[in-house]
């Protein structure tokens, strides 16, 4: 368990960057940026948009491509104490805009080139970044930053459907993801590579961004567009990736493709559905040695709520199966009036501990039905 004032993302990367400041942190094409690099230039910047009025709470909407740029932007959001909602470029201009107007967004943060093409997005105090210089451990001491006020602050905005599929602002704190990232399971060192392919959201992020670079593992970035057989197929014998996230549905279909693609990983990460037994059977007859993971839960819950780990010297799992809570995570099957259920007794699965995010920006009704006072946590805890 970590102690209560080091669980923030910034403090973690910063002792991070401390631990291992010349390790890789992030490969992006010819360009690698060590944890001190990456930890300078996010300061450097964090410095920049703190001057333009970003501050604590702040929602700032970032719409670059998947790079080593969008992962500085990133580190420097958090360090101001704002709140990053991922924009994907691509998107249509009522997509964006309706995506940024109900996570409350105030700023947008983007680059050139992706401004040029960028559609409008209305009522957005614009940032563009000019290219960065390299930054040094000088550059980084001189833009000092303030930690956010306390583990509870705004950290990321995911976007998610509510009942009738309308979409609504998820608030992630800084302790939502701290305590992902501590999970066992991923407790990556140096000597691990994770491929960052994934789409522009909150999820993903915190599974191929996030959770590595505060474990002291190497980041690689994927081309936008590229697909995961290309990719693997392109780097696996020059880069080869230790660690992959891929959402059960592609990896059903790269399993029924191509499965030898994954022999060089070490561990491979799934979620978002339920995976085959078939699929699972073809990737455990091609690569016989390799971890799975399977994960299960939402973005209220901070991605995982409860995981399942296939080692490679186990039988595999009966259909079904979800696994066992998540990392500080506390599951509770209960009927009516909050009370436990008996053994074969169907009830509603609850999910409480410090991975219960805050609930919905903008939507008090839906957060008072759907985070409810926990009876089995202590006082003031929800599920």
């Given at each position: 368990?970590?102690?209560?004032?080091?669980?923030?993302?910034?403090?973690?990367?910063?002792?991070?960057?401390?631990?291992?400041?010349?390790?890789?942190?992030?490969?992006?094409?010819?360009?690698?940026?060590?944890?001190?690099?990456?930890?300078?230039?996010?300061?450097?910047?964090?410095?920049?948009?703190?001057?333009?009025?970003?501050?604590?709470e702040t929602v700032v909407a970032v719409a670059l491509p998947r790079s080593a740029d969008l992962a500085v932007a990133l580190l420097a959001v958090a360090k101001t104490g704002a709140a990053w909602l991922p924009l994907d470029p691509a998107l249509a201009a009522g997509d964006l805009t309706t995506q940024a107007a109900r996570s409350f967004a105030r700023v947008l943060l983007t680059?050139?080139?992706?401004?040029?093409?960028?559609?409008?997005?209305?009522?957005?105090?614009?940032?563009?970044?000019?290219?960065?210089?390299?930054?040094?451990?000088?550059?980084?001491?001189?833009?000092?930053?303030?930690?956010?006020?306390?583990?509870?602050?705004?950290?990321?905005?995911?976007?998610?459907?509510?009942?009738?599929?309308?979409?609504?602002?998820?608030?992630?704190?800084?302790?939502?993801?701290?305590?992902?990232?501590?999970?066992?399971?991923?407790?990556?060192?140096?000597?691990?590579?994770?491929?960052?392919?994934?789409?522009?959201?909150?999820?993903?992020?915190?599974?191929?961004?996030?959770?590595?670079?505060?474990?002291?593992?190497?980041?690689?970035?994927?081309?936008?567009?590229?697909?995961?057989?290309?990719?693997?197929?392109?780097?696996?014998?020059?880069?080869?990736?230790t660690t992959l996230w891929l959402p059960a549905a592609r990896l059903t279909a790269l399993a029924a493709r191509r499965p030898e693609l994954l022999a060089p990983l070490r561990q491979l990460v799934t979620g978002g559905d339920r995976l085959p037994a078939a699929a699972l059977r073809r990737i455990r007859e091609a690569c016989p040695h390799l971890n799975v993971v399977t994960g299960h839960g939402s973005a209220e819950s901070t991605v995982f709520a409860a995981r399942h780990l296939v080692s490679a010297d186990q039988p595999l799992p009966p259909a079904g199966t979800i696994g066992h809570p998540s990392h500080d995570t506390a599951l509770h099957i209960l009927g009516p009036g909050l009370a436990p259920v008996p053994a074969g007794v169907t009830g509603e699965l609850y999910v409480a501990g410090p991975g219960v995010t805050r609930g919905y920006p903008g939507h008090p009704a839906a957060t008072a039905t759907r985070f409810v006072p926990c009876p089995a946590g202590p006082p003031g805890s929800l599920m």
């Amino acid at each position: 368990r970590l102690p209560a004032a080091q669980e923030t993302v910034t403090h973690l990367f910063a002792r991070q960057a401390e631990r291992t400041p010349d390790a890789a942190a992030l490969t992006d094409g010819d360009t690698t940026l060590t944890y001190r690099e990456l930890d300078a230039r996010s300061s450097l910047l964090a410095t920049a948009l703190r001057a333009r009025t970003v501050a604590a709470e702040t929602v700032v909407a970032v719409a670059l491509p998947r790079s080593a740029d969008l992962a500085v932007a990133l580190l420097a959001v958090a360090k101001t104490g704002a709140a990053w909602l991922p924009l994907d470029p691509a998107l249509a201009a009522g997509d964006l805009t309706t995506q940024a107007a109900r996570s409350f967004a105030r700023v947008l943060l983007t680059d050139p080139a992706t401004a040029a093409i960028l559609p409008a997005v209305a009522d957005l105090s614009v940032i563009v970044l000019d290219d960065p210089a390299p930054a040094t451990a000088d550059d980084a001491a001189a833009a000092h930053h303030p930690l956010p006020a306390h583990p509870h602050g705004l950290f990321a905005v995911a976007d998610t459907p509510l009942d009738g599929g309308a979409g609504a602002p998820v608030a992630l704190t800084h302790r939502n993801l701290a305590r992902f990232a501590a999970d066992p399971l991923w407790r990556q060192t140096g000597e691990h590579t994770v491929l960052w392919h994934g789409p522009h959201t909150v999820e993903a992020l915190a599974l191929e961004l996030w959770t590595p670079l505060l474990n002291g593992a190497r980041v690689v970035v994927a081309p936008p567009g590229e697909r995961e057989d290309d990719t693997l197929a392109r780097i696996g014998g020059t880069d080869t990736i230790t660690t992959l996230w891929l959402p059960a549905a592609r990896l059903t279909a790269l399993a029924a493709r191509r499965p030898e693609l994954l022999a060089p990983l070490r561990q491979l990460v799934t979620g978002g559905d339920r995976l085959p037994a078939a699929a699972l059977r073809r990737i455990r007859e091609a690569c016989p040695h390799l971890n799975v993971v399977t994960g299960h839960g939402s973005a209220e819950s901070t991605v995982f709520a409860a995981r399942h780990l296939v080692s490679a010297d186990q039988p595999l799992p009966p259909a079904g199966t979800i696994g066992h809570p998540s990392h500080d995570t506390a599951l509770h099957i209960l009927g009516p009036g909050l009370a436990p259920v008996p053994a074969g007794v169907t009830g509603e699965l609850y999910v409480a501990g410090p991975g219960v995010t805050r609930g919905y920006p903008g939507h008090p009704a839906a957060t008072a039905t759907r985070f409810v006072p926990c009876p089995a946590g202590p006082p003031g805890s929800l599920m």
